[in-house]
């Protein structure tokens, strides 16, 4: 298949998607097939899952580049069939309607037995004379993508109501032409994908390399001839015999956080510092702002250049950054500062934070609890591999650059991936609207 452009063009009447092929029409869904979603009454309840029976579909299962069948719930069939318009078939396009995966979507392929939707999935279904896999990449492309974020509804949440799914104006060549280019998207997509995959699997390999750095140096040193002894900390294990293991509160100062009321931000004053601030490069243009007098009485809670941030609580709890700033900032609740004394190196001691012994230190803290927490006193508490200070600005050092390359590496392969995400993104919406033409 090569590519080229359409003998004649004619404006296509929408300001984002411009001239179309002169031969092609639109169509509303509703002219051409059905869309149809559970209805509100009808939602189902968790406690009406069984072990087996009908599969059910959410969100998560239409996610990834082929359909989840796996991971799914059941149903009984008294549930299952009362919704009949909505019990899948092969070539039915899912898209999500609610939530902030709103326009995800795909089509179902291989379907393994008898099964339906959620209430957040609509079902596209079309007539024999569209190829569906056509209107599949349709959806997908920047053209509908940007009717769907133009047309999405609701206050908190995110949704899309059907009679707007129903009139979304299709794109229609001739039916050959639907399935030239489908095959031909369907090719590419899955060589650019493919490629995604195994450069995403080595992000992971240099993820762990740099873990395994990181953990093995702080514990052992960087001479592998010296002798080792036990530390007395399971986690820790074995490290140089002339090492001590002290106590975080030894070796640096945790502050805590000032509760902020949130009805006393403002648009400018001092920047706070929130979990979600917790990253190498701080936008303060996004940061919260409070009056000036909170550094009378937030004083304590005044984060200094040099400090070592980390999140106290939530789902990424541990994660840390060091504040290299001189702009003026105050902790929020829940995050905590570790302010190093002169007997430890910063830089290691971020490094050690950062590792997976830290990591194993939260899991003993929080227990599997529900919700994670970690306090200024057992903060204080952790264990730190504490070797001489002239040992401890080698190891530094070392780890800086070491880890330094393979971030740069990574950064180098996200670039790649981002790169190969528009071409992908380029593609499928240049040749669904008719701006390149495809040839067998």
Not at 333 to 354: A, C, D, E, K, M
Request: some cysteine; glycine content about 6%; charged content about 25%.
């Amino acid at each position: 298949m090569s590519l080229t452009k359409y003998d004649k063009y004619k404006d296509s009447g929408i300001e984002w998607l411009g001239e179309i092929p002169n031969h092609w029409t639109f169509s509303r869904i509703k002219n051409i097939g059905s869309v149809n979603g559970r209805v509100g009454w009808k939602a189902l309840k968790a406690s009406e899952y069984v072990d087996s029976g009908y599969f059910f579909l959410a969100t998560p299962n239409i996610k990834g580049r082929n359909i989840d069948y796996t991971n799914v719930n059941y149903i009984t069939y008294e549930r299952f069939i009362e919704s009949p318009e909505i019990i899948l078939r092969e070539n039915d396009i899912l898209l999500t309607k609610d939530g902030s995966t709103l326009g995800t979507l795909n089509i179902v392929k291989n379907i393994p037995g008898s099964g339906t939707v959620n209430s957040s999935i609509a079902v596209l279904r079309f007539k024999r004379a569209i190829n569906t896999d056509f209107v599949y990449f349709l959806i997908v492309s920047e053209y509908l993508q940007n009717v769907i974020t133009q047309k999405k509804d609701g206050m908190g949440v995110p949704h899309l109501f059907q009679k707007d799914i129903n009139n979304f104006l299709l794109l229609i060549p001739s039916l050959y032409e639907q399935t030239t280019i489908a095959s031909y998207l369907k090719l590419k997509t899955f060589a650019i994908d493919h490629k995604v995959t195994l450069l995403e699997q080595k992000i992971i390999h240099y993820q762990q390399l740099r873990k395994s750095l990181i953990n093995e140096t702080v514990c052992r040193g960087l001479d592998k001839r010296v002798k080792l002894k036990d530390s007395g900390i399971e986690w820790i294990g074995m490290i140089p015999e002339h090492w001590e293991v002290k106590r975080l509160k030894d070796l640096a100062k945790i502050i805590s956080g000032y509760a902020f009321d949130s009805n006393e931000y403002i648009d400018n004053g001092i920047n706070i510092i929130r979990i979600g601030d917790i990253v190498d490069n701080i936008d303060y243009a996004q940061t919260r702002k409070v009056h000036q007098k909170y550094l009378v009485l937030a004083k304590e809670c005044i984060i200094n250049k040099g400090d070592i941030l980390i999140a106290m609580t939530g789902a990424t709890i541990g994660k840390s950054s060091i504040y290299d700033s001189n702009v003026t900032a105050i902790l929020n609740q829940r995050v905590g500062s570790i302010r190093v004394l002169n007997s430890f190196n910063p830089t290691l001691l971020r490094q050690i934070i950062s590792s997976a012994i830290f990591q194993d230190y939260i899991s003993i803290i929080c227990g599997g609890s529900a919700q994670e927490n970690i306090g200024k006193s057992q903060l204080e508490k952790f264990p730190i591999q504490y070797p001489p200070i002239s040992e401890q600005t080698t190891i530094a050092t070392y780890l800086y650059a070491k880890t330094q390359k393979i971030d740069s590496i990574v950064f180098n392969i996200k670039s790649q991936i981002e790169a190969l995400k528009e071409l992908r993104k380029t593609l499928i919406n240049d040749v669904v609207t008719g701006k390149i033409k495809v040839t067998d």
